[in-house]
């Protein structure tokens, strides 16, 4: 059985949604935020376009870029070895800019890559579709 944990990275351009994958199989965890704070931190941000120590005007009027704030997230926790390979999911456009602002050693970790939003997808059609990407990446 392989310890290699692989994280399903799903993109719309403005939400990401991270699902893991340990050991073989294709079955895909979804990433408990609770778990994580710096991943609970990047889904406030998401949603709410401000950091959370953003107040009033000013935090409103700086504009976020969402795919910069993915791409140094994944990058900070490749650093920590919370992950070994990754599976991006997103429209040809966010693939792209995602693969694009990701640091060349991270990039180097990218296994598979399928240009479709699953951000909204259940975990059994997310599965079906990344499914033989993520094993394919640990042959």
């Given amino acids: 059985m392989s310890n290699t944990t692989t994280w399903a ?24 935020a ?11 941000l998401m949603v ?8 009033g005007d ?13 791409a140094d997230f994944l990058a ?10 990754l599976v991006i999911a997103a429209p040809q456009d966010v693939l792209k800019a995602l693969r694009d602002a990701l640091p060349e050693q991270v990039r180097q970790l990218i296994v598979g890559e399928l240009a479709e939003d699953l951000t909204t997808n259940s975990n059994d059609v997310i599965e079906d579709r990344l499914g033989n990407l993520i094993v394919g990446g640990r042959q």
């Fill in 9 to 32: 990275v799903l993109s719309d351009g403005r939400y990401i949604k991270i699902l893991c994958s340990k050991g073989d199989g294709k079955s895909l965890v979804i990433l408990n």
């Fill in 34 to 44: 609770d778990n994580l704070q710096a991943y609970a931190d990047l889904c406030y």
């Fill in 76 to 85: 900070e926790h490749y650093e920590q070895k919370l992950f070994d390979l």
């Fill in 48 to 55: 709410n376009g401000k950091p959370l120590n953003g107040t």
């Fill in 58 to 70: 000013s935090a409103k009027s700086k504009k976020i870029n969402n795919i910069q704030f993915q």
